[in-house]
Each structure stands twice: as C-alpha cells, then as structure tokens.
C-alpha cells in the first residue's frame, strides 16, 4: 500500500451495516442535542443566578463548557457520516478533530480533580474555605488545567503529523483518536507511542491520585462527624461529582488502558460512545436533578420564558 504524509482517511462509525445508520442517527442526534440543551441550561442557571456564582459552581460552569465542547466536537462528523454514508475526511481535518478532543478530554480529566480539591476544602476546611478557595486562585486553577490540556494535546498531535500513513484507509471508530491512526502508521511509532502512553499515565494519575487522596480526607472527615443527619449532609455535597468520576474514569479505563497499537474492538468503540457522548450529556443532569440550588434556578428561568412568551 502507498504511504503518505497527508492522506485522506475514512471514518467508518459505528456500523457497517446500512440498514442501521437510520436509527443510530435518530439515536445520536437526540442525545446531542439532549446534551447541548442540558449543558446550556445549566451554564445559564449558574451566568445568571448570583447565589451560584461561588467556587463549586464557578468549576461546574467551566465542566458543562467543556462538556459541551467535547460533544461537539466529535458528534456533528459522526452524525454526517450516518446521514449521507460517507466518512470522509481529510489529514488535517483529523488532525484538528483530534487535536480538541484531546484537549476537553483532559479539561474534563484535570477539572473533575480541581472539583474534588474544592470539595476537600469545603469539607475539611469549612471555615478556611472562603481564604482557600478565592476567585483568583479558582481563576488559576481553571486557567492552568487550560494551559496543560492544550499543550498535551499540541504535543500529541505535532507527533501524529510527523508520521506517514497509508492512503485511503478505513479508520474503524465515529471520530479521529490516536489509536487507530497509530494503527494505520507507515513510520516506527514506538518511540512517539511509549512518550504518549507515559505523559497520558502522569497525566491521568496524577488527577487520580488527587482524586483518591481528596476523598480519603472527606471520608475521613465525615466518618468523624458525630450526628447522622451531619454525615448525610457533607456527603450531599459530593456525591454528584463522586457520580461523574465513576461514570467517566469507568469508561476511559475500558477504553485506553492498554498499548495504543493493539487491535481495536467494537468494546473500545461502545466505550468511547459512553465518554465522549452519554457521560457529558448526563454530566449536567446528575448535577442539576440532584442539587436544590440549580433546580430552583433553572425553575426561575422556566418560568421567566413561561412569562415572557
């Protein structure tokens, strides 16, 4: 087969089958568009209430914002190519895709552990918390986790570019990821693979570990909490962000914890599905069906259109 550095490649989505791109589109562009809708209402509840403009809304604002870029990122191509049959696209538009998938992939990794820091300060910390947790050190916060997810992502996808790859080929997944385009590499990609897999794991672990040792402290608190009622309430306040951890390092795990350059399955497809579309479009729903606060502004906008119209 020929290699080039600049071909065009082919995303063969979720079915070869034709008779179900029909119905996996019905599928798909409901929850994109269920997604956008919960995303946006919930960015506005939190723009426009000023009892949320605090810390831990202030990071759930910048969460919804990542999740609704992320949808969109990998979503709309996908939704082309079940309407017309054709998964078409070119070098660098699978350059670009990937290059801001990567990007809120790890805005969303390196957030979910500056929420779970926020709430180890509120918890452990209560009467610190207004010192510990400022505006400006909230901006920083959100700002660095910016700059790392951007740089990560510009190394990663300087390293893709600089690869030959076989022309006219069949990437076997909905949008364009580095394991498959490894895969379809003319060039010895060990070097670039091992440099990835090692910043990906220094990456994801250091966000887990702040994670496991966030929660090791607020348990540890709780647990030191003597009514009932107090347990239940501490926990209240974590337990959506506890949800969304489980529900998008479950799926990350099944999808990538394994060498980039081994064979890909259906299993890693169904996973990517649930991370990079089901998980940020329940992400603002597990947040506002349980949080009093945001249902109680989201009511107030309801009703404000109800008036208006």
Request: net charge neutral; with cysteine; aromatic share 12%.
């Amino acid at each position: 087969m020929n290699c080039s550095k600049a071909p065009g490649f082919i995303l063969l989505g979720l079915s070869s089958d034709p008779e179900k791109w029909q119905p996996l589109f019905n599928i798909f562009l409901c929850l994109y568009l269920l997604g956008l809708l919960g995303n946006l209402l919930l960015l506005l509840a939190i723009g426009t209430d000023v009892h949320l403009h605090t810390p831990m809304y202030f990071f759930l604002s910048q969460l919804s914002l990542v999740d609704l870029c992320f949808i969109t990122t990998t979503a709309p191509k996908m939704l082309e190519a079940l309407w017309t049959g054709d998964g078409s696209i070119s070098f660098s538009g699978c350059l670009t895709q990937f290059y801001f998938f990567a990007v809120f992939a790890d805005m969303d990794n390196l957030l979910l552990a500056v929420m779970a820091i926020d709430r180890y300060a509120a918890i452990c910390h209560p009467l610190f918390y207004p010192f510990l947790m400022t505006p400006c050190r909230c901006e920083v916060l959100a700002s660095g986790s910016w700059g790392i997810a951007h740089c990560v992502s510009l190394f990663y996808t300087l390293l893709l570019s600089q690869f030959y790859y076989h022309t006219n080929q069949g990437i076997p997944h909905f949008f364009c990821d580095s394991r498959p385009l490894l895969l379809l590499s003319c060039s010895d990609t060990h070097l670039s693979e091992g440099l990835m897999m090692a910043l990906s794991g220094v990456l994801g672990m250091s966000s887990v570990l702040c994670l496991v040792s966030s929660y090791g402290c607020i348990f540890y608190a709780v647990a030191r909490v003597p009514s009932a009622q107090g347990k239940r309430k501490a926990l209240a306040t974590c337990s959506s962000h506890l949800s969304v951890v489980l529900l998008f390092y479950s799926t990350v795990f099944a999808t990538y914890l394994k060498p980039p350059s081994t064979s890909h399955s259906s299993a890693e497809v169904v996973a990517a599905v649930m991370y990079t579309l089901v998980t940020p479009t329940l992400n603002p729903f597990i947040y506002s069906l349980r949080n009093k606060d945001v249902k109680s502004s989201l009511r107030k906008i309801l009703n404000m259109d109800k008036f208006q119209g």
